[in-house]
């Protein structure tokens, strides 16, 4: 299996689409202004405790306070509540905590009034990013991840990931970590960590140690609001935690990034490096991949299936319900039973998928098609488990109802993702009239001929919908070639999804629009 990234900047931010074996799996969008990321470490301020919900609101600058509950912080709340003091008093500089004296822990079943205080500042970690009215949600059980570890301030444990199943490997990982490990420091091992030498994994613990250094350094001339440490971009955070052999390529339209996500594979897998790519072509990133194609159909109401079947998928302020519908495929089959497994196979490998592209958390419902064998059904639960395993996000799946229907709870820690599949007419801009849109390749042709007849434009460049292209570009001789033929140059055509079925645009040879007639 392939894994490809591709990493397209704009204006109003960064879009990262990570595919496999050429089909998109996961789609981010990462705003350009400040934005409350999972794992973002902030100086915040208690506002308000409210012993009712047993917690307390936080403000670290989002327009509503954040929520932070008893239980989220953390067995050695006093121990980072001490630390924060001394450092904001310069009473210490130092973030390695060799000879800092732990506080007792805390009772789990005690009341947050008597840890917290109304208007002191606190450190917190940013868990849940914010989700409709809702302000982001905290946690004082500060983690820093990096590529083989996290690193757990003002703890004492090495865990090690379930997922390392060999008792010797659970064994080495473990001596080698409490070897390197400072005092008061505890240790989680990823799954990656497995099988790595152990200068990889201590260089990997030097990263983390030094990047609690510097947010120790930049606690000392804090202000309320501040933001300490910063989780890097969900592009880095991608490759951190899923970069490996099979990963093919990254592909970045912006040289700045380019040289930021280079010389971070370099740091973390050095043999890896040529795989990052700037792209330089023509067309847009996303239209040479085929991602904005792909965006389109994937993100509607509707989602088609390969055999025929479809799936209608509802979003609801309490859960997603996803119903799975045959389609042209209900004669096919020699009985309605081979229909109905067939077609759920296919809608259980294309929800798990579905469900890391939108990043739907929350209960989901899938109503699939009924299924009498029971032997079946359990397929259909074992489909599910097998796809999702290559989902990042905690998820708990649930069998078959004798309803046919399977429930599914995932982490959502950010906002779920949608994108406009419905497209407002460039002609009409959304008033359902248009005038002469039959015209619109005569329009172009004018166009051109006004460009190089009248203005003597060299290297002219048009991007158009795909149909328009086809439009030019068949037949022979096709448009394009009788232009050449009428006007001795080439016009260069470029395909572009994203564009309205009669929009188009002109360019010159240096890039930049010319203003057109219509």
Known sequence: MSNELVINSTPKGDRIALLQDKRIVEYHFEESEEHFSVGDIYLGTVKKLVTGLNAAFIDIGYEKDAFLHYLDLGHNINSLNKFTKDVIAKRTSDGMLNGFEMEPEIDKHGKIDKVLAKNAPILVQVVKEPISTKGPRLSCDISIAGRFLVLVPFGHSINISKKITSKQERQRLHRLVQGIKPPNFGVIIRTVAEGKESEEIELDLRSLLAKWDAGTKALRDARPRDKIIGEMSR???????????????????????????????????????????FHQGKNKV???????????????????????????????????VIDVNSGNKSNQEESQEDTAINVNIEAAKEIARQLRLRDMGGIIVIDFIDMKKPENKKQIYDVMREEMKLDRSKFTILPLTKFGL?????????????????????????????????????????????????????????????????????????????????????????????????EFHFYNKSGEPIEIHG
């Not at 239209?287 to 209608?312: A, C, H």
């Not at 002219?460 to 439009?471: A, C, D, K, M, V």
């Open 286 to 320: 996303f239209e040479q991949f085929g991602i904005e194609k792909q965006l389109k159909m994937l993100f509607g109401r509707s989602v088609s299936l390969p055999g025929g079947g479809y799936l209608i998928i509802e979003h609801t302020e309490a859960l997603h």
């Open 235 to 277: 592009a880095t955070s991608i490759m951190r935690d899923m970069l490996n052999d099979n990963f093919d390529s990254i592909t970045l339209d912006n040289k700045e990034m380019y040289e930021e996500v280079r010389s971070y594979v370099q740091q973390i897998a050095p043999e890896k490096q040529n795989i990052v790519r």
């Open 406 to 502: 399977m429930q599914i709870t995932r982490q959502r820690v950010r906002p779920e993702l949608n994108i406009q599949t419905h497209e407002v007419c460039p002609t009409c801009g959304g008033t359902g009239k248009i005038t002469a849109s039959i015209a619109v390749s005569d329009i172009v042709e004018q166009n051109v001929d006004y460009i190089l007849s009248k203005q003597n434009e060299k290297g002219l460049r048009i991007t158009l919908h795909p149909y328009l292209y086809s439009y030019f570009m068949n037949g022979f001789p096709s448009k394009r070639i009788r232009w050449w033929f009428k006007y001795k140059t080439w016009v260069n055509l470029i395909q572009d999804s994203s564009l309205g079925i009669t």
